[in-house]
């Protein structure tokens, strides 16, 4: 579960932060201003803390703590991409491109996404694992959703019982190392091979 809730907020994080910050680096001007502005008032949230307000407030549940880590996840990535198509929006490619009449969705998907792909992969293994480490955090607290079972919350409970059995606590917050050191690698892994593409 403590995956699944890291891949969806990656998901989730990855549509937004890639649409704004392609829209904002390619379009410029009043809607980079605009987008950018949005962007700064999501980044500077605090993830755990959010969290944990939106559980105290709405209760506890999977599809809530998703929505938050999500919405609150992509700017990150948003800044990103923004940044690689401004380096990328006047080279000789893309002016090729939008002068043989391919629109800016094209121009989108076929030019400029596969130039931001490998960040953006980075990107999103670093994010997920910040997720899993902030989904383990509110389980370990006690603010995880009790009808579902995490690493986190299974570390949680283990703490009382730690002169008994050291390995309830110590197998969990392992899963946990190992999930966030299998994302990175992963994702590092994954844009070597996007460049060499």
């Given at each position: 579960m403590s995956l699944l809730i890291a891949a969806t907020v990656g998901l989730l994080a990855a549509s937004c932060g890639v649409g704004v910050g392609m829209i904002s680096g390619y379009y410029g001007g009043l809607v980079d201003d605009v987008l950018?502005?949005?962007?700064?008032?999501?980044?500077?949230?605090?993830?755990?803390?959010?969290?944990?307000?939106?559980?105290?407030?709405?209760?506890?549940?999977?599809?809530?703590?998703?929505?938050?880590?999500?919405?609150?996840?992509?700017?990150?990535?948003?800044?990103?991409?923004?940044?690689?198509?401004?380096?990328?929006?006047?080279?000789?490619?893309?002016?090729?491109?939008?002068?043989?009449?391919?629109?800016?969705?094209?121009?989108?998907?076929?030019?400029?996404?596969?130039?931001?792909?490998?960040?953006v992969l980075v990107l999103l293994g670093l994010l997920m694992g910040q997720v899993l480490l902030v989904e383990a955090s509110l389980g370990f607290v006690g603010l995880g959703d009790p009808s579902v079972v995490t690493w986190g919350m299974l570390a949680g409970q283990a703490q009382g019982l730690l002169r008994a059995g050291w390995w309830l606590a110590f197998f969990p917050g392992m899963a946990i190392t190992a999930a966030v050191l299998g994302l990175n690698l992963t994702a590092d892994a994954l844009s070597s091979l996007v460049q060499r593409r």
């Open positions: 950018m502005r949005i962007t700064e008032v999501f980044q500077v949230l605090p993830r755990f803390f959010l969290a944990a307000v939106a559980i105290a407030l709405f209760g506890p549940g999977v599809d809530r703590l998703i929505i938050v880590l999500g919405l609150t996840s992509w700017p990150v990535l948003a800044r990103v991409v923004r940044a690689e198509i401004l380096a990328t929006r006047q080279l000789d490619f893309v002016l090729s491109s939008e002068a043989l009449g391919a629109s800016p969705l094209r121009v989108f998907w076929r030019v400029l996404l596969p130039q931001v792909l490998p960040s």
